[in-house]
Nanobody, 116 residues
Framework: QVQLVESGGGLVQPGGSLRLSCAASGFSFSVYYMSWYRQAPGKERELVAGITSRTGSTNYKDSVKGRFTISRDNAKNTVSLQMNSLKPEDTAVYYC?????????WGQGTQVTVSS
């Protein structure tokens, strides 16, 4: 059974940091492209960052470049998103996604709220 379980969300003040983690199980994690998406109220879900399976090449949404870092540990089947210098506009539910040859898998999401 495929599972993606996000953790690490919460309430943080502007300028603060959070680290999101996604624990994967039930599929061959190391060969899947992993990414983080987010969805703010009333808005469409958008790609925040992605990382390839073998080389670990990364890509980021322009508005988070230089502030967010995606990483993966294929030995532990985890993908993380380090978020620094958080802004109120980063407030959203953050989702972990796995994309592979047999389809896409999503986690249940974790809420990130940036507010003073």
């Amino acid at each position: 059974q495929v599972q993606l379980v996000e953790s690490g969300g919460g309430l943080v003040q502007p300028g603060g940091s959070l680290r999101l983690s996604c624990a994967a199980s039930g599929f061959s994690f190391s060969v899947y492209y992993m990414s983080w998406y987010r969805q703010a109220p009333g808005k469409e879900r958008e790609l925040v960052a992605g990382i390839t399976s073998r080389t670990g090449s990364t890509n980021y949404k322009d508005s988070v470049k230089g502030r967010f870092t995606i990483s993966r540990d294929n030995a532990k089947n985890t993908v993380s998103l380090q978020m620094n210098s958080l802004k109120p506009e980063d407030t959203a539910v953050y989702y972990c996604k796995a994309a592979g040859f047999d389809g896409d898998y999503w986690g249940q999401g974790t809420q990130v709220t940036v507010s003073s």
